[in-house]
């Protein structure tokens, strides 16, 4: 089972930046997608990033697309999520998670269209204000 414990959160004004970071242990972190969850106020939860173990391709959905960046160190059991030009709607708080990977005879890919998050830490808040 893995357990994902994230840092990082903060309170910044719009245009600033954060960098989440996402410590990762237990013995399926290799083989798993790693990304982040986020749920704005009064709306569903929200899958925002995703990296594969393998190559370490992403996958942002188009909300956050050129302005947030993941990224992994494996020496280090850690994923990152820098967060720039930061608006009042990225406030929430922010879910490091797991998936399965999807797999296609010997292909597999962690891209956000095809795999399913199952596993999230406790979060970290990011708010932003004007």
Sequence with gaps: QLQLVESGGGSVQAGGSLRLSCKVSGNTARNSCMGWLRQAPGKGREAVASISPDDGRTTYSDSVMGRLTISQDN???TVYLQLDNLKPADTAPYYCAAARPWYSGQ??????ALIQFTVWGQGTQVTVSV
Excluded: D, T
């Design 107 to 112: 292909v597999r890919s962690c891209a956000l």
């Design 75 to 77: 020496s280090k059991n």
